[in-house]
DNA sequence: CTGTTAGCGCTTTCAG
DNA sequence: CTGAAAGCGCTAACAG
């Protein structure tokens, strides 16, 4: 029909009915109806975006970044919070292809390569942050662990620190396994020795139980790399209520930058990403919003960390 | 069709045939049309949801919460970043509406009660947090603002703090605008002398510098109410870079009690909620959902602040 | 340039 | 209990 016409600004319409439909549409208070239009073109304007945890600082600001870029192509964005539970992110996949999502986006996904990409497979068009796919299933942005494990390892080892550990979380997700890995692998290339005792892992909030007891069991301990800077904050906290001087007697370094980490007492060491979180979603929403139109250039982008030195690790 | 019928369970149908739908459904990989169906049946099981900044830590908690129960309910949540921009506000309801949403939920509006209430009457139901509206036009879970910052008030003025001063945000926001002006009555209200020079207002960010430029003007202030934990952070980090004591010299109050509110050194008094974010954020989920099936019981929920005395303001 | 028509994939009503 | 048919509000292809 020929309104369809005017709303899309689609084939050849003359002026005057044009202004005379908007006019008519506007008196009555019209508003389109986005499920009908879906049904009909098979494209819902939809992507669906998966975190483990919507509260989390970090995935906060890369949501946000996302969110931003889609508005503003026109996308609405379905959010799923797996709470890191494996059954529910299958769950909320599967509902994002009953809901014909024209993509998803995953975030640190919980779930192993093969079932991973078996569900993205499904999806019209996908991309992922940090998470295990096979080549093919998605496109993927990943940060380089390796590398800044290794500047957090070198600038403790350089700084005379002789004796390392790590608190990190659980390894049911990509960083997660990575940092833990990498620690060890970063030991060794620097000659530190390698002590399985003094790893210990703990979740988001355990940072300071988790370091307090690390501290009191090997007080021989004089720097800790934490998965990140929350984990980190309960270390600096565990470090003051022991009476160990932070960075005297410890030193100790984050992950992620987060906005509290200079301003915490001492200001914390960490590792930023050369992006910061909200830019990793844009970029991310980006190749996700080129996969949907085929116009996909790259498949994989790694992004590097920088060490950001505050008083907890000079 | 008959299929349908065994997708819905509904109506009588044989055990035989139902079985041999589901076996067929299932070789054939088929997933239903839930855009199809929204069309059908003119329900969309799509609650729209809208915040301020989803990086925030406070909003984030409130989003986790009423995702989780949408979810468990069968509702997807699309979710709208408005970046504290009202056109961005307005754009997001108007596309909710296109979306036919079952509902909508907003978070911190920075509409004004008129403007906010005629975009909310066109909705099919709506829940507000923190938001003037109309009554009619959506139910309401509101903080009482009055109440907490006579806690707040009081307990500095107990401890002998003579000079108080408050560190808030923009005027554009329920809790921003309710906060500052809850100050200057409470500290009438507690008889102390209220000083105009002593009210400042930053962004999120903004805290640090913010609390140091008034502590440097101001040496006499000896007690600091902040408009959330964390600018309180920044406050308690420009009072160690300027050699004031805390809480010897000055007392740093905050509102939310993030998780890093007592890992902080020293550890911050804030005030609390007397639900948890995440359950806020359930609550109004739950109302949203009872206005949508016509169950609606209550209006208007109005929820408490506990002081949690900790060592910045003991 | 504008009206008509046939679906999109589901639900619902009405017969069989 | 199960099939057939109409219709949700829109778009797209085809005539006028």
């Known amino acids: 029909m020929t309104v369809s016409r005017v709303l899309n600004n689609k084939g050849e319409i003359s002026e005057a ?4 439909v908007l006019s008519v549409m506007h008196e009555m208070g019209y508003r389109p109806n986005r499920v009908a239009r879906s049904l009909a073109t098979a494209k819902t304007l939809k992507i669906g ?19 931003r870029l889609f508005w503003d192509r026109g996308y609405h964005m379905m959010l799923g919070n797996t709470g890191e539970d494996i059954r529910r992110e299958q769950t909320i996949l599967d509902l994002f292809e009953e809901d014909r999502a024209d993509g998803v986006l995953v975030v640190s996904s919980h779930l192993n390569s093969a079932v991973l990409s078996e569900y993205l497979r499904k999806q019209r068009a996908a991309v992922v942050i940090n998470s295990e796919v096979e080549a093919g299933a998605a496109c993927h942005v990943r940060t380089n ?15 005379n620190r002789r004796c390392l550990a790590y608190v990190g979380t659980n390894m049911k997700t990509y ?31 355990g940072g ?3 370091a307090r007891q ?19 904050a309960g270390a600096l906290r565990a470090c003051f209520d022991l009476g160990r001087d932070v960075p005297g007697d410890v030193a100790v370094i984050g992950y992620d930058d987060i906005f509290l980490a200079e301003l915490l007492n001492p200001s914390l060491t960490t590792l930023r990403l050369c992006l910061t979180k909200r830019e990793v979603g844009a970029l991310a929403g980006r ?12 498949d994989e ?8 030195v505050r008083e907890s690790a000079p």
Chains 1, 2 share one sequence.
């Open 214 to 232: 690390l501290l009191q069991e090997h007080p021989e301990v004089d720097g800790v790399i934490c998965f990140n800077d929350e984990i980190a």
């Open 49 to 67: 975006v998966i975190v483990p945890s919507i509260s989390s600082a970090y995935y906060g600001a890369v949501l946000e970044g996302a969110e």
């Open 145 to 159: 662990e390796k590398q800044s494990m290794a500047k957090a390892v070198e600038h403790l080892v350089k700084s």
């Open 17 to 20: 009915t044009r202004q005379h």
């Open 301 to 308: 982008v790694v992004l590097d960390h920088e060490l950001v």
């Open 287 to 298: 190749m996700l919003l080129e996969r949907i139109d085929g116009s996909s250039t790259c």
């Open 175 to 205: 960083a997660g396994r990575q940092r833990q890995n990498c620690f060890v692998a970063a030991l060794q290339e620097f000659g530190a020795s390698v002590r399985p005792d003094l790893i210990m892992s703990c979740d988001r909030r």
């Open 208 to 210: 300071y139980v988790t």
